[in-house]
């Protein structure tokens, strides 16, 4: 068995989407009107938005009573010009740098346009 989607309420599918699709250059493979995915052409993995009519964005870093994140995703690059390209271009595509940062100079917390953490990281 193998993780194929990984997969994102948000109440603005079309939004949030397009948002991994420009990041990561995925097309759209599936489309409903609550449902879009899209696809990793080297390895199949996806990324899903799903329309949620009463969404909550989670709070980031967790706070207790507030709504909690149920994931986050982890985008690798190679090194620290890819890191900071990658970075550009998310805040260019409505991303939002985190207030709270963990880690180091090698590791990122954004905040996508839904309000959902995610990382970018340098694999080594």
């Keep these: 068995m193998m993780l194929k989607t990984v997969i994102l309420e948000c109440n603005n599918v079309e939004m949030l989407i397009d948002f991994y699709s420009k990041l990561l250059n995925w097309p759209v493979v599936f489309k409903e009107n609550e449902f879009v995915r899209i696809q990793s052409p080297e390895n199949g993995m996806g ?22 994140m149920m994931a986050h995703l982890d985008f690798g690059v190679n090194d620290k010009n890819e890191l900071q390209e990658m970075l550009e271009k998310a805040v260019k595509l409505g991303a939002r740098v985190a207030e709270t940062q963990y880690g180091n100079d090698e590791w990122i917390t954004l905040l996508d346009p839904a309000g959902h953490p995610f990382c970018i990281v340098i694999w080594s």
């Design 47 to 68: 990324i899903a938005a799903q329309y949620a009519e009463d969404y909550i964005a989670p709070v980031w870093p967790s706070e207790s009573g507030k709504q909690q």
